[in-house]
């Protein structure tokens, strides 16, 4: 069983455009409203590969209305919190150079009480066979220790984390030893705070610090790069696949959903970094946050080259 929690969801709303003019008029193109959030994202790349999961956190207001019909046209199942207040809706503006402009509202209050009975649901939810991704922000009104507190809350009861988040949630959240954590190349930067890009090198020494930390799998996600993986036992490199890329959106999720639907499926460690690679790299050839075709990252998955460092 694999749950996606999103603590702060939002319809996202994507618009082609075909260069921004700051504090001038910009005309948006192909406007697209999506059920997004990082854990809802990585939801319906699951049902896009053939998986299963169930999707929670919190909604409410009509964007949250909207999201969960979404999610019911799509076949996703979906479990949420209803809060006060409106989920919030996030732009994106996606260039014709390929720069990609987010605009993120900050999402709705969420209580102490709302707190609890979310950790109430994740715990009836957990247990040996479960798999829980923890993606995305926060809202402002929750505290940063939120993820550290639920993932060590699942863990004691036999669960698999993934843990994608950045900043001072990732610091935190790291503490609970998720059991996979996919940080990109200026995470890692920033979380070592190096002021120039890395080397190759350097990235793969700070992915091995990393993953002395506790989790079992570090993934680097490297953009056009492609990606390190990381485990006790071998350091894997990945070039990244030419694809023809309409926007870097939803290719970290793509991987994420790929890399737990794969362990869910029980694949072979090699197996889920080739399908996490075709994943990602399918994502970026598709507008809003859709998901790529299970056909495509078949297809994309025959060109996949992995290398041991």
């Not at 996703?76 to 390929?98: A, M, P, W, Y």
């Not at 399918?282 to 056909?295: I, N, W």
Request: hydrophobic share 40%; charged share 20%.
């Amino acid at each position: 069983m694999i749950i996606t929690v999103t603590l702060n969801p939002a319809v996202d709303k994507t618009a082609d455009l075909t260069q921004f003019e700051h504090g001038g008029l910009n005309r948006l193109t192909n406007i697209i409203n999506d059920a997004g959030g990082k854990g809802i994202n990585v939801s319906k790349t699951i049902k896009a590969l053939g998986g299963n999961s169930i999707a929670t956190g919190f909604l409410g207001g009509s964007a949250g209305i909207l999201i969960e019909n979404a999610l019911n046209e799509l076949g996703i199942e979906h479990d949420f919190i209803k809060v006060s207040g409106n989920t919030r809706t996030n732009l994106k503006v996606v260039e014709q150079n390929g720069f990609v402009t987010e605009l993120n509202e900050p999402g709705p209050e969420i209580s102490f009480e709302n707190m609890t009975a979310l950790e109430e649901k994740l715990l009836f939810y957990a247990g040996e066979d479960t798999i829980f991704v923890f993606a995305g922000s926060i809202p402002a009104s929750v505290d940063k220790n939120a993820y550290c507190g639920l993932i060590r809350s699942v863990k004691e009861k036999g669960s698999k984390v993934f843990l994608d988040a950045d900043g001072e949630l990732f610091v935190k959240g790291l503490k609970a030893q998720p059991t996979i954590i996919k940080p990109n190349k200026a995470e890692v930067e920033e979380h070592f705070g190096m002021e120039t890009s890395a080397t190759e090198e350097e990235l793969i020494f700070m992915g091995k610090k990393l993953l002395e930390e506790g989790p079992e799998l570090v993934a680097v996600s490297r953009g056009a790069m492609g990606a390190l993986f990381f485990t006790k036992d071998a350091v894997y490199s990945c070039p990244g696949l030419k694809v023809n890329a309409h926007s870097t959106v939803g290719a970290g999720d793509a991987m994420v959903a790929a890399l737990t639907y794969g362990i869910d499926s029980k694949l072979t460690l090699l197996d889920c970094i080739r399908l996490g690679m075709a994943t990602s790299a399918g994502a970026v050839t598709t507008k809003g946050t859709k998901p790529p075709t299970r056909e495509l990252v078949d297809e994309l998955a025959r060109q996949v080259e992995i290398h041991t460092i």
